[in-house]
């Protein structure tokens, strides 16, 4: 028995005409964008931000006040006055070969005049590294605020200079400004803080323990040489090693908070 073979066509689809609309795929959804600048922030966040700067501004304020009380108390207690007198001559003792070249040195180099300077460069260079203005102004503030500070309490302590005559080195004339607490030691002690808050955030652990190795060595040595040539007392450096950290750390806070700049990171108050 034959099989019988049977094929089955499929009917040719017949071309498209002219006149048949032809489909047109659909578009890619595109995908979600992100600003390439963050938006400014609004009235309420500014607000806030103004609020907490005021509060740290009360604090700062505060702290100024109670380290000027202090001062007061300094000034007019016997004991205190008997225990600096014994520091001052111990520490004019060490004032042999070197070490009255290095007071000296601090003496100049830390100095008003000189402070001055050092300050104004020390704020163009971090500019310039960090390759931003605010940077180098925010880190002239945090020097030059705290400094004023100090000037102030010395004008409500007024307390006077440490006898010269009874010291064995004297190495320098006696100022007439006061010596509570001491600008010298503010100075040195604000211009070590702004430079290690004004380090880039990339900055190694290593390198932020050497810079703040150094800055205390700094600070001490200043603190060490002020007394030691006879210009303040060892409570004047005692107050100024106290009153600029905190001061200077609020006061960057402050500014972190109320003038924002994403190319600026604290490593101290973060």
């Given at each position: ?14 071309p ?5 609309p ?5 578009h ?19 607000r ?8 740290l ?19 007019g ?13 111990a520490?004019?003792?060490?004032l ?27 704020a ?20 030059a605020?705290?400094?004023?500070f ?8 007024r ?22 607490p ?10 070590c ?21 150094l800055?205390?060595l ?23 090693m ?12 402050i ?16």
């Open positions: 028995m034959r099989g019988t073979l049977v094929c089955v066509t499929t009917p040719a689809t017949p498209p005409s002219r006149d048949t032809r489909a047109v795929p659909p890619p959804t595109p995908p979600d964008t992100v600003p390439s600048h963050p938006a400014p922030p609004d009235a309420d966040a500014r806030s931000a103004l609020r907490a700067g005021l509060r501004g009360a604090v700062i304020l505060g702290l100024v006040t109670v380290v000027a009380l202090l001062g007061l108390l300094v000034r207690s016997a004991a205190v006055a008997s225990l600096d007198l014994a520091l001052s001559d520490a004019n003792r060490t042999t070969g070197p070490a009255a070249r290095i007071a000296l040195g601090i003496d100049l180099v830390f100095g008003p005049r000189v402070a001055v300077a050092l300050a104004v460069a020390a163009l260079a971090a500019g310039m590294v960090r390759r931003s203005l605010l940077i180098g102004a925010r880190l002239a503030v945090m020097i605020v705290p400094w004023g100090v000037a102030v309490v010395k004008l409500v302590v307390r006077p200079r440490p006898d010269g005559d009874l010291l064995l080195h004297q190495l320098l004339a006696e100022p007439t400004s006061f010596s509570y001491s600008g010298h030691t503010a100075f040195a002690t604000a211009l803080l702004a430079i290690l808050c004004a380090l880039p955030a990339a900055t190694t652990r290593f390198r932020i323990g050497l810079g703040i190795a800055a205390t700094v600070v001490l040595a200043t603190a060490w040489s002020r007394v030691a040539v006879g210009m303040h007392y060892s409570t004047d450096v005692l107050a100024s106290l009153l600029i950290p905190p001061l200077s750390l609020l006061l960057a806070r500014i972190t908070r109320t003038v924002p700049d994403h190319g600026f990171r604290d490593r101290i108050v973060a």
